[in-house]
């Protein structure tokens, strides 16, 4: 006897690849000017190595989008305490306008039920390389599994068959956990806050899987307000 998973099932575990959600956001509403041009990327996490490895693949994003984008790292070296002052001449020296801040807010538990899942039981004389038990003359049709539940029948047996070889898995709990990160655009010529979101990210085995999928989202949202990137094509220029 065989078990076959259906396609829909394969499709939904595939699928959870993990993803970023903006979950909350704010944009100043005055904001209305061109994009920045250089863009200092600071990353506050648990660890100088996160901190780091984050600021280079959020500068690598804004990079792809045009952006010219400096890791703070760069800027500030191993300074942890630095007076307001000294910071704005040390971006000044950067020759940076805007401040991208990621900070991380906080990595949730939570638990998830997976309800039972139907599998299909193929009778035997329908498994890959067995004869035609319906004698339909195709001799290929029958070795796929879902053509044994979804075609329709003229033989009420073949019918009846199909429903009853639909079982169940066990319904069992998940845990996932989300990594909660908080980010924030900076004018840092007028020290304004622009925009700021609170995204959500399943958390990767890979660290940089997670630091992708979070960059990723936030630098697609600051190219669609025009923020940074290359500034709109006047049509009307020659």
């Known amino acids: 006897m065989r078990n076959y998973l259906p396609w829909l099932v394969l499709a939904s575990l595939y699928g959870c690849v993990s993803s970023t959600t903006i979950q909350s956001s704010w944009v100043d509403p005055t904001f209305d000017?061109?994009?920045?041009?250089?863009?200092?990327?600071v990353a506050l996490f648990?660890?100088?190595?996160?901190?780091r490895s984050f600021e280079q693949e959020a500068a690598r994003?804004?990079?792809?989008?045009?952006?010219?984008?400096?890791?703070?790292?760069?800027?500030?070296?191993?300074?942890?305490?630095?007076?307001?002052?000294?910071?704005?001449?040390?971006?000044?020296?950067?020759?940076?306008?805007?401040?991208?801040?990621?900070?991380l807010i906080a990595v949730d538990e939570r638990q998830y039920y997976r309800p039972p899942t139907p599998y299909l039981h193929i009778p035997g004389g329908i498994g890959p390389g067995d004869p035609d038990p319906l004698g339909r003359g195709d001799p290929f049709r029958h070795r796929d599994p879902f053509y044994w539940y979804y075609y329709p029948r003229a033989n009420y047996y073949s019918y009846w068959r199909s429903t009853w070889d639909v079982t169940h898995s066990p319904g069992y709990w998940e845990q996932h956990s989300y990594v909660v990160v908080e980010s924030s655009f900076y004018d840092a010529d007028m020290d304004?806050?622009?925009?700021?979101?609170?995204?959500?990210?399943?958390?990767?085995?890979?660290?940089?899987?997670?630091?992708?999928?979070?960059?990723?989202?936030?630098?697609?949202?600051?190219?669609?307000l025009r923020a940074v990137g290359a500034p709109p094509r006047d049509d009307r220029a020659g």
């Open 33 to 41: 000017r061109s994009p920045f041009r250089r863009v200092a990327v």
């Open 46 to 51: 648990d660890t100088d190595a996160e901190n």
């Open 61 to 103: 994003a804004l990079e792809a989008k045009g952006v010219d984008a400096v890791e703070a790292y760069t800027i500030v070296g191993d300074e942890k305490m630095l007076e307001q002052n000294e910071l704005r001449a040390k971006l000044a020296d950067a020759n940076v306008d805007a401040i991208l801040i990621y900070r």
């Open 192 to 224: 304004q806050l622009v925009w700021t979101a609170k995204t959500e990210t399943m958390d990767d085995a890979e660290f940089n899987a997670t630091t992708e999928s979070i960059v990723n989202r936030v630098t697609k949202k600051l190219v669609a």
